[in-house]
C-alpha cells in the first residue's frame, strides 16, 4: 500500500523558514514526478513545485521562485520543499503528491497525481 507522510508544517512569521517533508513508501518513485501542491482557505488547490524524477527538472510556480526549493533524497522516495521568506499568502494546508502512472496532462494539475499525503499546515503570521 502507497502511503505519503508529510511533516514539517507549522506557524512561523514573515521573513522565516520552514522545510516540508514528504516519505513516500510502497513503491519506488525515483523515476515518477513527485510534487507540492497548497490549498488556502476558500481557495482551489494549488500547484507549488514539483521535481520530475530524482536527479530531474524541477518548476515552480511565479510565486514562489527565488523563495521555495524542492529536492529530493538520494534513494527518490522523500521530497523536500525548503521554503524561505515565507509570506501570510503562503498560508494553506500543503500536500504532497506522487505520480504513479503517465497520465498524458500537464504536472502542474492535480489530475496528474495518483498518491497524495494527508496534508500538513502551515500558518504565516504578519
Known amino acids: 500500500q502507497v502511503q505519503l507522510v508529510e511533516s514539517g508544517g507549522g506557524v512561523v512569521q514573515a521573513g522565516g523558514s520552514l522545510r516540508l517533508s514528504c516519505a513516500a513508501s510502497g513503491r519506488a518513485f525515483s523515476s515518477s514526478a513527485m510534487a507540492w501542491f497548497r490549498q488556502a482557505p476558500g481557495k482551489e488547490r494549488e500547484f507549488v513545485a514539483l521535481t520530475i524524477r530524482s536527479g530531474g527538472s524541477t518548476f515552480y510556480t511565479n510565486s514562489v521562485k527565488g523563495r521555495f526549493t524542492i529536492s529530493r533524497d538520494n534513494a527518490g522516495n522523500t521530497v523536500y520543499l525548503q521554503m524561505n521568506s515565507l509570506k501570510p499568502e503562503d498560508t494553506a494546508v500543503y500536500y504532497c503528491?506522487?505520480?504513479?502512472?503517465?497520465?498524458?496532462?500537464?504536472?502542474?494539475?492535480?489530475?496528474?497525481?495518483?498518491?497524495w499525503g494527508q496534508g500538513t499546515q502551515v500558518t504565516v503570521s504578519s
Open positions: 503528491a506522487a505520480e504513479g502512472v503517465w497520465h498524458r496532462t500537464s504536472y502542474y494539475l492535480n489530475t496528474a497525481y495518483d498518491y
